[in-house]
């Protein structure tokens, strides 16, 4: 008896914790009925399209800055603008210089043998006075001349 004693009172222990537990599951579910959100798909809808809407618009702006990186791409250069202006500016500046030296050591060139033709004019002119002068002269230097010429 001693042991049904002690089944009956765990038995009981057990109805009272089981009794407590449907209330406290009881009481829960009232809590979640006054909680609970209806789920309708309207409002998965509208939530959707929301979304959706969100989306399109994202992926035009994402279009819309692609065709503009393609753009630029297409018409990007390899060398800047500045920098073939800058090219232009110095071989224009070389050929022009190279131009001006060119013509400046040319006429340094006709100046330095016209004075060469005149300091040779100068010399025979005064070869020549020297020679009138002096016909005894020029007439041995003829003579030389012509001794050394014939030696070859």
């Known amino acids: 008896m001693k042991k049904l004693d002690e089944i009956m009172e765990l038995m009981a222990d057990e109805m009272e914790d089981f009794k407590t537990a449907v209330l406290e599951l009881k009481k829960l579910s009232e809590q979640l009925v006054m909680m609970s959100i209806p789920i309708s798909t309207e409002a998965l809808e509208k939530n959707l399209n929301t979304f959706l809407l969100k989306q399109h618009a994202e992926k035009e ?10 753009r630029k791409l297409k018409h990007a250069r390899i060398i800047p603008n500045y920098l073939l202006i800058l090219l232009g500016i110095f071989g224009i500046l070389a050929l ?20 060469y033709q005149m300091i040779m004019e100068s010399q025979n002119k005064s070869y020549e006075d020297y020679f009138t002068a002096y016909p005894e002269i020029h007439e041995a230097y003829c003579n030389w001349l012509e001794d050394g010429y014939q030696g070859l």
């Open 61 to 70: 702006k994402t279009d819309e800055i692609l065709k503009e990186i393609d």
């Open 96 to 115: 022009g210089s190279v131009g001006y030296f060119g013509y400046t050591d040319k006429k340094n060139v006709e100046e330095n043998f016209e004075v």
